[in-house]
């Protein structure tokens, strides 16, 4: 099944595939082909109508591909990932393929696209003379990168999660939520680094292509300063999840001492027990309190008693210098 959808710069209108040559051939024509697959037809009309380079039309079949930026005779291919999370913070990467012309931009997904109806959104609240395949490279890098903002948000909040987790409650399962964070970080930042040079690379002052008078340096300084942002506030998350562990390996080794402390005076105090009974335990005649006194057993049993008093304060009194 074919989806294609065309967008005239001067009304927005649906207009019919077979106008493609003639608005090709115009000097004063914009518009927007999106393209969905892509199956045979968007296959032909890339390669006989646009005459995209072929290594560019292979590149729109492999969607599991990076940021890229690629320069062709009479156009330049990119390559964007947009990006939405699911379930544990796990990360769900699709694949934008964006042709640009002198007046002509051509999209290219494999399944329905978020970031599309977003600029179409966008569009239909466009002043006709903002309009330039500037200004919708731009719309469409921008509703990628404003993407990753909801994403970061949400790492943000399982961080300070993990944070407190680490800190009060340390756990098995908070290491490994810690490690499958980092995971998750460093796939983001495997997009995010080759989507700086990518924007940036637009930002130069003349890229060919497009030069349709309305540079686009202006444009890509916005998604550029939001890239950086984005990719300080991975830095900065992954500087944190390293401190974490730390902490958490810290917090490990506090409880495990304070175990070993209570084993440790537990193991004394039963150790007096022993001695104590053992004392009365021995192969004599006489002893004190004599086996005859009816007060002996009471004394032993008082005896360890205070034993066991005592080793109860000493134990409460290491847990308070385990706490402070």
Same mark, same amino acid.
């Given at each position: 099944?074919?989806?294609?959808?065309?967008?005239?710069? @001067?009304?927005?209108?649906?207009?019919?595939?077979?106008?493609?040559?003639?608005?090709?051939?115009? =000097?004063?024509?914009?518009? #927007?082909?999106?393209?969905?697959?892509?199956? !045979?037809?968007?296959?032909?009309?890339?390669?006989?109508?646009?005459?995209?380079?072929?290594?560019?039309?292979?590149?729109?079949?492999?969607? =599991?591909?990076?940021?890229?930026?690629?320069?062709?005779?009479?156009?330049?291919?990119?390559?964007?990932?947009?990006?939405? &999370?699911?379930?544990?913070?796990?990360?769900?990467f699709r694949e934008l393929d964006i042709f640009v012309g002198r007046n002509f931009v051509v999209t290219v997904h494999a399944d329905e696209e978020p970031v599309i109806k977003q600029v179409q959104e966008r569009l239909a609240h466009t002043n006709r003379s903002q309009m330039s395949v500037s200004y919708l490279l731009y719309l /469409?890098? !921008?509703?990628?990168? !404003?993407?990753?903002?909801?994403?970061?948000?949400?790492?943000?909040?399982?961080?300070?999660?993990? =944070?407190?987790?680490?800190?009060?409650?340390?756990?098995?399962?908070?290491?490994?939520?810690?490690?499958?964070?980092?995971?998750?970080?460093?796939?983001? #930042?495997?997009?995010? #680094?080759?989507?700086? $040079?990518?924007?940036?690379? /637009?930002?130069?002052?003349?890229? %060919?292509?497009?030069?349709?008078?309305?540079?686009?340096?202006?444009?890509?300084?916005?998604? @550029? $300063?939001?890239?950086? #942002?984005?990719?300080? &506030?991975?830095?900065?998350?992954?500087?944190?999840?390293?401190?974490?562990?730390?902490?958490?390996? @810290?917090?490990?080794?506090? %409880?495990?001492?304070?175990?070993?402390?209570?084993?440790?005076? /537990?193991?004394?105090?039963?150790?007096?027990?022993?001695?104590?009974?053992?004392?009365?335990?021995?192969?004599?005649?006489?002893?004190?309190?004599?086996?005859?006194?009816? &007060?002996?057993? /009471?004394?032993?049993?008082?005896? &360890?008693?205070?034993?066991?008093?005592?080793?109860?304060?000493?134990?409460?009194?290491?847990? %308070?210098?385990?706490?402070?």
């Open positions: 099944m074919q989806h294609l959808t065309l967008f005239h710069s @001067s009304d927005h209108q649906s207009t019919e595939v077979t106008d493609l040559p003639g608005l090709l051939a115009s =000097e004063d024509q914009l518009f #927007w082909l999106d393209l969905r697959g892509p199956d !045979d037809e968007a296959m032909r009309l890339m390669r006989d109508v646009f005459h995209f380079h072929p290594v560019a039309i292979e590149d729109t079949r492999n969607h =599991e591909q990076r940021p890229k930026l690629e320069e062709y005779n009479g156009h330049i291919f990119l390559i964007v990932n947009p990006v939405s &999370m699911h379930g544990d913070h796990a990360l769900d /469409l890098l !921008d509703a990628t990168v !404003d993407g990753y903002f909801p994403v970061m948000d949400a790492y943000e909040e399982a961080i300070n999660r993990l =944070e407190d987790e680490a800190f009060i409650n340390p756990r098995q399962q908070t290491l490994n939520d810690i490690f499958a964070l980092k995971r998750e970080l460093l796939n983001l #930042w495997r997009v995010v #680094w080759p989507s700086r $040079d990518l924007v940036s690379n /637009l930002a130069q002052p003349h890229v %060919r292509g497009f030069e349709d008078g309305n540079p686009a340096e202006y444009y890509m300084r916005d998604v @550029s $300063d939001h890239l950086f #942002w984005i990719a300080d &506030m991975i830095t900065t998350f992954r500087e944190t999840l390293m401190g974490m562990i730390d902490l958490y390996m @810290s917090a490990v080794s506090n %409880r495990l001492n304070r175990v070993v402390n209570r084993l440790t005076v /537990l193991t004394l105090g039963f150790g007096v027990f022993a001695v104590i009974t053992g004392f009365f335990g021995m192969n004599f005649t006489r002893t004190w309190p004599d086996f005859e006194n009816p &007060m002996g057993v /009471l004394f032993v049993i008082g005896l &360890m008693v205070l034993v066991g008093i005592v080793m109860a304060y000493v134990l409460w009194q290491v847990d %308070r210098y385990y706490k402070t």
